[in-house]
């Protein structure tokens, strides 16, 4: 079963800054689907949905950012969470469900397309490609033509960080961010990448993917520190990070000016090359690159101040205490619950295989149960009927020898 979550803001009757969409019919708002490796794991979903709204220069408790509040925000930072049924099952049908019923929502599916995004990262990319190979599945049943469905699913975008899963044949408009010195995921485009740099003495490129194609998924290849961490593309004087969020940003951009314009405005290759290069961070290694990105453009809504924003995280440090708090409190509860499960068991065994007497020495006087104030302390205890038998027998075996 798949489950959809977005960002919001942080509150003490919503600890995590997390809420859960249910009402897939009538949802119609722009989308940045963030997609985790372990989109099993509440804490990896999660945890992507807020680096996708980082990625964007949305305000998040690690970094002012862009300063943008994000329950103004005019586009969704969505997420994934799968709980499987079988082992069959496939997280793909569900999204491409999700996907083709948001499209067929839309006057202009075109321009309905021009408003989904996705963030993935390492094998969450995997979930895009299948799920793309779906929906096409879904829309020729519907009668769209191969060239009609190329036009519609060109206008959706992917950012894919730290994958070698291989998007280049891949309809949507694909940006591939990518560590050439992670072990992980090192193929041939990281190899590509590292000989292009080291011919140009370079600590980036710009690689086409798919060069049988003019509009050809991109590939931003650079020396990082190795590691196989999304947390790594978003530290400060990272190469990646300005190239990472002035690509997000521009298409977070066109698909709010796609929801609040009549006119289609489609996705430019060119002028996404043009930002990841203007704001490559290999001859700029602190934020003057960011601060510079963050006044090239405007979602339209409230920022935070600097002040606020270091009130509301201080505030967000006591929401996550007392998410702690509660996990623990919860964790408790359950211990609980399950030590009064096996007690229930204890006592019925016992109350089925011994005399009321012992059952009352046993269960009650030990205050496992409240046995309606009944006693037989005065009654003989199964061992003492036990005993008494015993010599019954051994003297009725005399008698009869």
Request: aromatic residues 10%; glycine residues 6%; proline residues 1%.
């Amino acid at each position: 079963m798949l489950r959809v979550y977005k960002k919001c803001e942080k509150s003490i009757d919503n600890l995590y800054g997390i809420k859960e969409i249910t009402d897939f019919e009538n949802y119609d708002k722009p989308f940045m689907m963030c997609i985790s490796a372990q989109d099993n794991i509440d804490k990896s979903v999660f945890g992507l949905i807020k680096e996708g709204a980082r990625a964007a220069r949305v305000r998040t408790s690690d970094e002012f950012a862009g300063g943008y509040k994000i329950d103004e925000m005019l586009i969704d930072f969505l997420g994934l969470k799968y709980e499987y049924k079988s082992l069959k099952d496939k997280k793909s049908d569900g999204l491409a469900d999700f996907v083709y019923r948001y499209l067929r929502n839309g006057k202009d599916i075109k321009k309905q397309a021009r408003k989904i995004n996705f963030f993935t990262y390492c094998n969450g990319t995997n979930v895009y490609v299948e799920f793309e190979k779906k929906l096409k599945t879904m829309l020729l049943n519907d009668g769209f033509s191969e060239e009609g469905i190329k036009d519609i699913l060109s206008q959706i975008s992917l950012v894919s960080i730290a994958s070698e899963i291989d998007i280049k044949d891949i309809y949507a408009k694909g940006y591939l961010f990518k560590d050439v010195n992670d072990r992980e995921v090192f193929d041939k485009v990281s190899k590509y990448g590292s000989q292009v740099m080291v011919r140009n003495n370079r600590e980036s490129t710009i690689v086409n993917l798919n060069n049988k194609r003019k509009d050809s998924p991109i590939a931003f290849l650079c020396n990082g520190t190795g590691e196989h961490e999304l947390k790594e593309y978003f530290k400060d004087g990272c190469i990646a990070k300005g190239a990472i969020c002035a690509c997000v940003s521009y298409l977070v951009s066109n698909s709010i000016n796609n929801s609040k314009s009549s006119e289609f405005i489609p996705l430019d290759y060119s002028e996404i090359k043009r930002l990841i290069l203007t704001y490559n961070g290999e001859f700029d290694h602190d934020n003057k690159l960011l601060t510079k990105l963050d006044e090239s453009f405007d979602y339209g809504v409230s920022k935070y101040t600097k002040s606020e924003h270091e009130l509301v995280t201080k505030l967000e440090k006591s929401y996550k205490k007392l998410a702690s708090t509660k996990r623990y409190l919860d964790s408790q509860t359950i211990e609980l619950e399950e030590e009064k499960r096996k007690n229930r068991l204890l006592i019925s065994e016992i109350k089925d295989k011994c005399s009321d007497v012992a059952f009352e020495q046993i269960v009650v006087s030990n205050g496992m149960w409240n046995n309606g104030g009944k006693k037989y302390t005065n009654e003989k205890t199964d061992r003492q009927i036990r005993e008494e038998y015993e010599l019954l027998k051994n003297e009725d075996d005399v008698l009869r020898r």
